[in-house]
Every structure is written in structure tokens, then in C-alpha cells.
């Protein structure tokens, strides 16, 4: 089931539901798969953009990342609606790999944040299996190197990508890449960057009460401003106008 949030369609689920989806998936062989984890980012750019808002409607599971996804959930009758958080799945996502012997792979982040990474994960899931992991440099990759790092994810033998190299570049590489990849992928954001050390979490308080992008905000101004004071004035406007003007 799915509910549409101005212009994506967002799955109503939970991280049980995901992680069972993503067993499945890898038990059929069913290949190819992408996930992406939705927020009011996502939702404005796919606004604002036919092309990416066709990449994000053709995954096949857009979860409700952003506390203000689940609340339009519900306000448009969804009263079981509930988050998905992109961080939080990664790690469930990473228990179940582990008890499962399903192993993984990451794509993105600096060299140096993958490593404190996959330290953070060796010490949560000691048997977690991790045969890939690539720091893609901050560049359009050439065609030799994309179909190098697409060889070298096909023979590691990952089942589960992790994709963090940021909305909307993520979504558009995992769509690019469906068909030659023998993986689901998960487009996580900056969650490499969260649990390696180089950003810090909100707290909880602010998570649950939908106020994440004010502590993000304040981590770094710089970035984010034009962000959140572009996209979130108008996803409120334009939620209203769907929700009061149909």
C-alpha cells in the first residue's frame, strides 16, 4: 500500500516489512532492486523535477525517512503510517545480514569516513560479512570506472548495497544501475558519515518530534540552508493545497 505525497508514492511499512521485503528478494534471486528512503528533500525535488520524480515512483520501495512524510501519511487517512528511518534501517538491515551470513556492500563516503564505518560495524556485528566497499571520488565518473566498480560489486558476492553518496545522485545511480547489478540497494544518505564519527545524530526528542533538519541545520549552515528554507515552506504549501484543494 502506498500513499502519494504531492507527486511520489510513498510505501506505508514498517522496518520489519522492509527487511522481510529485502530476505525475499535475495531468497528468490530477484536482482536488481532499489530502495530509496524518502524525505521532504526528496519529495521537492521530485516536485521539481519529472525525471527524478519517474526514478523515485519506479523503485520498488520508497520508505518515509522524514517525520513529515509519516505525518502526511496519516493525515491522508494511513493511521497505521509509521518511519522508516534511512539510519535505523541500515542497522537492522546489518543485524539480520549478519544472522543470515547475507553479506553487504558500501558504496560512498571519504576513504577515511568508509573505514571508521566499517569499524562501527565490525564492533555492533562481529560476523557481519563486508567483501565490498568504494569511496567513489566527488566527479562524474568516467564510463571505465563506473563498469570497474560494477564488475567489482558482481563478483564480491554482496546481496545488500548501501548507497551513500547524497539525494538526488544516489536515486539516479541506483537507477542507472538496476539492471547490471546483482544486489538490493538502499540509498542511505549521509549515514556512513553519522556512524563513523563525522556527524552527529539529533536527539532523539527531535527525531520523534519531526525536528531533525533544525539540529542538521545548525551542525552546517553553509549547506543547508538554501535546503531547507527552499523545500520546506513549499512542501507544507503544497501538502495543504492537496490535502484542502483536490
Known amino acids: 500500500m502506498k500513499s502519494n505525497i504531492l507527486k511520489i508514492k510513498v510505501n506505508i511499512t514498517s522496518y520489519k516489512k522492509v527487511v522481510k521485503q529485502i530476505l525475499n528478494w535475495i531468497d528468490a534471486d530477484n536482482a536488481g532492486k532499489y530502495i530509496c528512503v524518502s524525505n521532504v528533500h526528496m519529495c521537492m525535488e521530485a ?3 519529472p525525471d527524478f520524480c519517474k ?12 517525520r513529515p512524510l509519516v505525518w502526511a501519511q496519516i493525515l491522508l487517512g494511513q493511521k497505521n503510517a509509521s518511519q522508516v528511518r534511512g539510519s535505523d534501517l541500515l542497522l537492522t538491515v546489518c543485524k539480520e545480514a549478519e544472522k543470515a551470513g547475507i553479506p553487504i556492500g558500501l558504496y560512498g ?6 573505514a ?7 564492533t555492533r556485528y562481529t560476523n557481519l560479512k563486508i567483501p565490498f566497499a568504494s ?6 565518473l568516467t564510463q571505465k570506472e563506473e563498469d570497474n566498480y560494477i564488475h567489482k560489486l558482481n563478483t564480491s558476492g554482496a546481496s545488500v548495497l548501501f548507497v551513500g553518496i547524497g539525494c538526488p545522485k544516489q536515486e539516479k545511480w541506483m537507477a542507472k544501475h538496476k539492471d547490471r547489478l546483482n544486489c538490493v540497494m538502499i540509498g542511505v544518505g549521509a549515514a556512513f558519515d553519522f556512524f563513523s564519527g563525522q556527524k552527529s545524530h539529533a536527539p532523539k526528542w527531535m527525531q520523534n518530534a519531526g525536528m531533525e533538519w533544525i539540529f542538521r541545520l545548525a551542525s552546517d549552515p553553509k549547506r543547508l540552508w538554501k535546503r531547507y528554507f527552499k523545500h520546506n515552506p513549499r512542501f507544507i504549501y503544497y501538502l495543504i493545497k492537496q490535502l484542502y484543494f483536490k
Open 109 to 114: 563516503g571519504t576513504e577515511k569516513t568508509l
Open 135 to 140: 569511496s567513489p571520488p566527488f566527479r562524474e
Open 47 to 49: 516536485f521539481d523535477n
Open 55 to 66: 526514478i523515485v515512483n519506479e523503485a520498488d520501495l520508497v520508505v518515509p525517512d522524514g
Open 116 to 122: 571508521a564505518f566499517i569499524a562501527f560495524l565490525k
